[in-house]
């Protein structure tokens, strides 16, 4: 994936200003101070967001995301959040157990790190072939960030993750990219 | 516990009740003039003879069932005209001053207009239907506007589609204010419909007994009309609150 020449700014503050960036490797983590525009990129990856200029070029054809902020739907249960984006009900199951969840708890009763698991498990159930992970450790101890990183790393799918923490790569076996 | 909070309830409302009938019943006897202002066991007899009637049945009836079209009328063309304005900016552009002047003009005004343009029974539904669409088009707009954009996002980037959005962000965002919105279009939608059935006069019509009371100077009758008008009005609103609140738990 490549990205050429990319430009992007929200009213009157410039975020990118032909940004080039070469993703060659199968798992990358963008690393940068808050503010720099780390979430963006991936929005813009996504295709959530349309650059003033540039371009993303990429042959996936179908991308998930994990957002900064987990975007659960708080009328329904974890169960119901996760089964509207694959149907397949032993898939949830699967996953469920997998990120340690009860999924007939209501998103309400979830602490941070339980809603951030489940966000996690709706971007792996979605079936894309690109993974974009906003933050997707935030509020989780090392020991569940190990093991959310194994079940990332489980899918086999090609990886585009933002933070803060070397750590995090480490655990994602990522190239490092600093914006 | 809960019972015995109802049962204070029921003990406070009956002493309010008792209260007040108390009050009249003093004043009545004061004025001394049953024409003018009759007292509360007159009103009551006037009453029950009323309902020994089954012409009073069939007028209550009749009058609910057009208040009752007028109102599922208003919300239906409401819930089409945001459906509309969500798409079109430029038609939520152009009937923003409709709503408005609807929502301005006394009601009278749209009793009168509409008495020259169509037939009695027909103007109550239709006063009716003016008054809930302002109520539940702008509860519901707002609404519309103020779901959450992140939400809508997620439903984006996960593909989620416009019925599966419409029903898993949307209605869950709106369903409070528009179940809300329903209540208190009620409340105004009963009283305009028996102040246009005052003005319009259908045949059979709660409305139309209270202005011939009025006429022919039958106080005692006119006082028991508005009775029936106030027990129905707050019957038929305890009855949508609790289906709404059903519903609301169902879902």
Redesign the interface.
């Known amino acids: 994936m490549r990205i050429r020449n990319l430009s992007f700014k929200y009213e009157d503050k410039i975020v990118f200003d032909h940004l080039d960036l070469n993703f060659n490797s199968d798992s990358t983590y963008i690393m940068g101070a808050s503010g720099k525009g780390k979430s963006t990129l991936l929005?813009l990856i996504?295709g959530?967001l349309k650059p003033d200029n540039g371009t993303i070029e990429h042959d996936f054809k179908k991308i998930?995301?994990m957002?900064q902020?987990d975007?659960l739907?708080p009328?329904?249960n974890v169960k119901d959040n996760l089964l509207?984006?694959c149907d397949d009900i032993n898939e949830v199951d699967k996953i469920l157990k997998e990120i340690e969840i009860d999924g007939s708890l209501s998103v309400k009763q979830l602490s941070g790190g339980m809603a951030r698991r489940v966000s996690l498990a709706?971007a792996l159930l979605?079936g894309a072939d690109l993974l974009l992970l906003d933050e997707p450790f935030s509020g989780l101890d090392k020991k569940m960030m190990k093991k959310m990183s194994n079940l990332i790393l489980s899918k086999g799918v090609k990886l585009i993750v933002s933070g803060h923490d070397e750590l995090e790569a480490k655990l994602l076996n990522a190239e490092i990219i600093n914006i | 516990m809960k019972n015995s909070i109802l049962q204070n309830k029921i003990v406070r409302n009956i002493f309010v009740l008792i209260f007040w009938l108390l009050i009249w019943f003093l004043i009545a006897r004061i004025v001394n003039q049953s024409l003018i202002l009759p007292g509360p066991f007159e009103v009551l007899n006037v009453l029950l003879s009323l309902i020994k009637n089954i012409n009073f049945w069939t007028d209550c009836l009749i009058s609910i069932y057009r208040i009752l079209l007028g109102y599922l009328l208003g919300i239906v063309i409401s819930l089409l005209l945001v459906l509309i304005s969500c798409i079109s900016d430029t038609f939520k552009t152009l009937i923003a001053p409709l709503i408005k002047i609807i929502r301005s003009t006394p009601v009278a005004s749209f009793i009168i207009l509409a008495l020259l343009w169509m037939g009695k029974n027909a103007v109550v539904s239709l006063i009716v239907m003016l008054m809930v669409i302002p109520i539940v088009y702008e509860n519901v707009l707002n609404e519309y506007y103020s779901v959450d954009y992140k939400l809508l996002e997620m439903a984006k980037a996960y593909n989620f589609g416009f019925i599966k959005t419409l029903k898993n962000i949307y209605y869950p965002s709106i369903k409070a204010a528009f179940l809300s919105a329903l209540i208190s279009a009620m409340g105004l939608g009963w009283k305009s419909g028996i102040a246009a059935e005052v003005l319009s006069l259908p045949k059979r019509s709660i409305g139309s007994k209270l202005y011939y009371s009025k006429i022919y100077l039958e106080t005692s009758e006119l006082f028991a009309w508005t009775i029936v008008v106030i027990i129905l009005s707050s019957t038929i609103e305890i009855l949508i609150k609790r289906f709404l609140r059903g519903y609301i738990n169902e879902n």
């Open positions: 929005k996504a959530l998930s995301i957002f902020e975007r739907l009328w329904l509207l984006v709706r979605y």
